[in-house]
């Protein structure tokens, strides 16, 4: 069975310019869930989608969006790119959303913004 | 305060050692408990997942849930190179709308 894939796994970007990152996530998984991780914040909840439903949101501007397509696949996007986003990008798919959720992550999109 | 602290380490262990890790945390409402292992340019992976308190060991591999301290550990057998890596520890409370909570991960070196 695939794992969670992502695309790309690098980007380098300059401030100012926007961002669409992928995740394909395990066939038959709903959820899908965006984090940032940053050496010095570790990983940030961004947002989780579920039957193309935003389902809960983390503490991040509004610059930070994102969308589920009917086949689970998810895309988030960045806009106006500060240095300060510079971090990777992981998504995770699980099953259902709940309290016995289990999450599987792909490898990430590490961007670069400069 | 954040709401789960882990040590940052590094930790670095011959092999074969016996490893600990532990995370602590301020909110006694969670009661997930996690542990991701995440190698150098790869997301992290589950390892072991615990409702509420006790233990549970999976091959080489114990993970333990102390709710009156608010003290998670895992612990690793006969340490093998290939254990190196960064352990996150991550948690919730019930409900299906709660955030996982995660610690910032320690950097763990087995050394042959």
């Known amino acids: 069975k695939a794992g969670v894939t992502q695309t790309p796994r690098y980007l380098i970007k300059t401030r100012g310019q926007q961002v669409t990152l992928s995740c394909s996530p395990i066939?038959?998984?709903?959820?899908v869930s965006w984090y940032q991780q940053t050496p010095g914040q570790g990983l940030q909840f961004l947002f989780e989608y579920f039957s193309e439903t935003q389902r809960n949101k983390g503490n991040f501007p509004g610059r930070f969006s994102g969308r589920q397509f009917s086949n689970s696949r998810s895309e988030m996007n960045v806009s106006t790119l500060e240095l300060g986003d510079s971090a990777l990008y992981l998504c995770?798919?699980?099953?259902?959303?709940?309290?016995?959720?289990?999450?599987?992550f792909g490898s990430g999109t590490q961007l670069s913004v400069l | 305060q954040k709401e789960v602290e882990q040590d940052p380490g590094p930790l670095s262990v011959p092999e074969g050692a016996i490893v600990s890790l532990n995370c602590t945390y301020s909110n006694s409402a969670f009661q997930y408990f996690m542990w991701y292992r995440q190698y150098s340019r790869k997301g992290p992976e589950l390892l072991m997942y615990?409702?509420s308190s006790g233990n549970k060991e999976d091959g080489r591999f114990t993970a333990q849930v102390d709710k009156s301290s608010k003290y998670i550990s895992l612990f690793i057998r006969d340490s093998q190179p290939s254990d190196s890596a960064t352990y996150l520890c991550?948690?919730?409370?019930?409900?299906?709308?709660?955030?996982?909570?995660w610690g910032l991960g320690t950097s763990l070196a087995v050394n042959p």
């Open positions: 066939s038959g998984h709903r959820s």
């Open positions: 615990t409702y």
């Open positions: 991550a948690m919730k409370s019930a409900g299906n709308n709660r955030k996982l909570i």
């Open positions: 995770a798919s699980s099953l259902a959303i709940g309290d016995g959720e289990k999450l599987f």
